[in-house]
């Protein structure tokens, strides 16, 4: 079940085709932004991948390649998905998300299984929005 929203960010992305994953296409995604997590003003940026599955839908991977910046400190996270492009070009996953952090703005966030909705326009203008799973 979902519980409280814990975040929304606005964030900017680049693409670029990676080599294939045997016949299938990969792609590499860069992300900087910025909005609210657990209450508190962040910046943040990430690069995560995505691999095209057979049926057309794409799984998509952060290992620990993201981070979140408050005032008082950094959190990191890992993150995966399932996605689909949109018909205006850009594309939809939904997922989880796990944040590791000692600020103490962010520690809320620590041992959470964290649900998301991430939407990316044709024009690379994304939206992340976090919500507890309990």
């Known amino acids: 079940m979902l519980g409280e929203k814990l975040g929304s960010m606005q964030l900017t992305t680049s693409n670029k085709v990676l080599p294939s994953n045997g016949s299938l296409p990969r792609?590499?995604?860069t992300t900087i932004g910025s909005g609210t997590?657990?209450?508190t003003e962040v910046n943040g940026?990430?690069?995560y991948t995505a691999d095209m599955r057979p049926d057309g839908t794409l799984y998509g991977e952060c290992p620990n390649q993201g981070v979140v910046i408050a005032e008082d400190g950094?959190?990191?996270?890992t993150a995966t998905g399932i996605g689909t492009f949109t018909e205006d070009g850009g594309s939809i996953f939904k997922g989880m998300?796990?944040?590791q952090t000692s600020a103490p703005s962010l520690s809320s966030l620590n041992g959470v299984a964290v649900v998301y909705d991430w939407e990316v326009d044709a024009e690379?203008?994304?939206s992340w929005d976090m919500w507890e799973w309990k």
């Open 37 to 39: 997590l657990a209450g």
């Open 124 to 126: 690379g203008n994304a």
């Open 74 to 77: 950094v959190a990191t996270f």
């Open 45 to 47: 940026m990430a690069t």
């Open 97 to 99: 998300v796990y944040f």
């Open 27 to 29: 792609f590499e995604t």
